[in-house]
């Protein structure tokens, strides 16, 4: 199936360059009554994709731990796949044009890979083949329905336990017995290990190689975020491949910046029209702790905490896009939307990689949640804002596929009158 509408390196450059220009207002779109088209209206006639639009629409549709996908594990073929079409359906009556869809959470797999099980999350058993191919039926179904699909890897988490002995006994993870360090209640593959990280990238690289994805997708897991009390215990590790490096942290930044500078020249490599992007924790440092971060007082910081230099990696070019994760609303104290979206376009401007940003639809009518998310207009605010004061934004993408399902408060029905209708 050819890629013709769909998003390919290029595009993303070009839609980085672009803007959001023809954006309805509020009190434009409040002037027109619209119904969101169906599924059926929406696509293509014939089949294939539908032309790409001036700025990618997207939605996160995450595997782990069944988030928004297989609604259960053990779940019928057909029963999944039902499913999967409704979301894919969600994304075309709000008129997205990209779905990112984990496929590999845990160390294991949604296609049928020669590197690792069977994932849990799909039959409720590693390893046990569910008899269909869910990356493949994927693939097909949002091709035929105009939406371009990004594989989402998680490169380095293992398990969300700590048992080595509940991973299939071919597992690598069981089959070399120093690739994965236990920390906070769960196993990680160890970055500094040459042989680890050449392994994750052939890992994901079967996906690449055989499936007609339109994008390779990281979310913001590197070194895992921090647990209170516990230690990343990577020291043999350190001794034996730290080289020159005085500073743990160093090589750690060292081990993530070789991993995404390897893994973008393989998948060029394979595919050279497909992207590579990531998709951080919003706050890359925070000013305090240097001067060249965001004036936010983010508890995390990916560059000393995740050790995921990110801002190299952009000024660099060493990714096609980056979407960061900006999870908070307008006006928060310790980390604003506002602060963060000029922040993430300067550090973008002019380095040819694309920016689309990461909207937090879970939080909207959480009651946990600061007023502001009890506001069904806070979502379309965030586009309203980087369609008149940050060109650099070429989209956003919402977290994640199930609350985009719910339109919780009518948020998403309100960025659809807004911005998409």
Request: aromatic fraction near 12%.
């Amino acid at each position: 199936m050819g890629r013709t509408g769909r998003i390919s390196r290029r595009s993303f450059a070009l839609v980085a360059m672009g803007t959001m220009a023809g954006a309805l207002t509020p009190a434009q779109a409040a002037a027109v009554e619209r119904v969101p088209p169906t599924a059926a209206d929406a696509r293509p006639a014939g089949g294939g994709a539908a032309p790409f639009a001036e700025q990618l629409r997207g939605m996160w549709i995450a595997s782990v731990s069944n988030i928004d996908w297989p609604a259960a594990q053990g779940q019928s073929a057909d029963a999944a796949k039902a499913d999967l079409l409704e979301l894919l359906d969600v994304a075309v009556r709000w008129e997205l044009n990209t779905v990112f869809f984990q496929v590999r959470p845990t160390a294991d797999a949604f296609w049928p890979s020669p590197h690792e099980p069977w994932s849990e999350w799909l039959t409720g058993t590693q390893g046990q083949d569910p008899g269909w191919d869910p990356l493949a039926f994927a693939v097909e179904e949002a091709h035929a329905r105009g939406l371009a699909l990004h594989a989402w890897f998680n490169p380095y988490r293992v398990a969300t336990h700590t048992d080595r002995s509940r991973l299939t006994a071919d597992h690598p993870a069981r089959r070399n017995s120093d690739w994965a360090v236990a920390y906070g209640g769960r196993l990680y593959y160890n970055p500094g290990l040459p042989e680890v990280r050449a392994f994750v990238q052939d890992a994901m690289l079967d996906a690449v190689a055989n499936y007609d994805i339109d994008g390779v997708h990281w979310d913001d897991y590197f070194y895992p975020y921090p647990v209170a009390g516990a230690a990343f215990d990577d020291a043999a590790a350190f001794r034996e491949h730290g080289g020159d490096f005085d500073d743990l942290g160093d090589w750690r930044r060292h081990n993530i910046d070789l991993l995404v500078r390897e893994m973008r020249a393989r998948v060029a490599e394979a595919k050279p029209d497909i992207p590579f992007g990531v998709s951080p924790f919003a706050v890359w440092r925070n000013r305090s702790t240097d001067p060249l971060g965001s004036d936010t007082r983010g508890g995390v910081q990916t560059y000393d905490d995740l050790y995921a230099d990110v801002r190299t990696w952009v000024k660099e070019s060493w990714i096609d896009y980056v979407i960061p994760q900006i999870y908070w609303h307008i006006g928060n104290e310790a980390a604003d939307y506002a602060v963060l979206a000029a922040w993430w376009s300067d550090v973008a401007d002019g380095t040819g990689v694309a920016l689309y940003l990461g909207e937090a639809v879970y939080k909207v009518g959480d009651p946990a949640q600061p007023a502001a998310w009890q506001d069904p207009a806070e979502l379309s605010r965030h586009l309203t804002l980087c369609a008149e004061e940050h060109p650099q934004v070429g989209g956003h993408v919402f977290y994640s596929a199930k609350q985009v399902a719910a339109d919780p408060l009518g948020a998403i029905s309100r960025v659809y009158e807004d911005h998409y209708g």
